[in-house]
């Protein structure tokens, strides 16, 4: 019998995830993370998915139509998943 290896790779990275009004629903609004565009904010919604990003410090936008409707700046640890709820009239 042969031995046997397995290898694994553990992702701890943070996670974000968005509640987002009905509203905002609405509307074709973008995450951006830190000046970048990860796409449509209805895509990372909360028992629906998540963004994976380094830990550190980031500035948390939604942006329509180029005008930032929510802005925020936290810093985010290893293994967690934090949920902004963005409420938007």
């Known amino acids: 019998m ?3 290896s397995s290898n694994s790779i553990v992702d701890d990275n943070p996670r974000l995830t968005f509640k987002i009004s009905s509203e905002l ?3 074709n609004a973008d995450v951006v993370i830190d000046g970048i ?3 449509p904010v209805d895509q ?3 028992g ?3 963004v994976a990003i380094i830990d550190g410090k980031h500035k948390i936008e939604i ?3 180029n005008e930032v409707i929510y802005s925020t700046t ?3 640890g290893t293994n967690t ?9």
Not at 81 to 89: L, S
């Open 44 to 46: 990372f919604l909360v």
């Open 74 to 76: 936290m810093f985010l």
């Open 37 to 39: 565009s990860y796409g």
């Open 63 to 65: 942006v329509v139509a």
């Open 48 to 50: 629906k998915n998540t």
């Open 81 to 89: 998943t934090t949920t902004i709820e963005v409420i938007h009239d």
């Open 25 to 27: 629903a609405k509307i």
């Open 2 to 4: 042969q031995p046997t």
